[in-house]
């Protein structure tokens, strides 16, 4: 069964910095690309960063230059390091993972964590 904790949202100024931690179990962690989106009120959820399992990563043009993903295999953890943050990053965050089976992609997401920013 696969499972996603996060933790680290709250509330801080703009300006200030905030790390999201996502830890998984229930999958071989370090062959798998993870994700974090956010889903702020009345908009669609959206994809911030993505890292592969080589640790490439990618991002939203909102927060280049702004926010790092990182992982770190043997604590089966990715995290989202958020700094310079705006009113407009405020949004709940979920941490996302894909997994096949029989060539299906199958969504895992976790329970979400808020993070909001005032100006």
């Known amino acids: 069964q696969v499972q996603l904790v996060e933790s680290g949202g709250g509330l801080v100024q703009a300006g200030g910095s905030l790390r999201l931690s996502c830890t998984a179990s229930?999958?071989?962690?370090?062959?798998?690309?993870m994700n974090w989106y956010r889903q702020a009120s009345g908009k669609q959820r959206e994809l911030v960063a993505a890292?592969?399992?080589?640790?490439?990563?990618n991002y939203a043009d909102s927060v280049k230059g702004r926010f790092t993903i990182s992982r770190d295999n043997a604590k089966n953890t990715v995290y989202l390091q958020m700094n310079s943050l705006k009113p407009e990053d405020t949004a709940v965050y979920y941490c996302?993972?894909?997994?096949?089976?029989?060539?299906?992609?199958?969504?895992?997401w976790g329970q979400g964590t808020q993070v909001t920013v005032s100006s």
């Open positions: 890292i592969t399992s080589g640790g490439s990563t």
């Open positions: 996302n993972v894909v997994t096949y089976r029989r060539e299906t992609p199958l969504n895992y």
């Open positions: 229930g999958i071989i962690f370090s062959l798998h690309a």
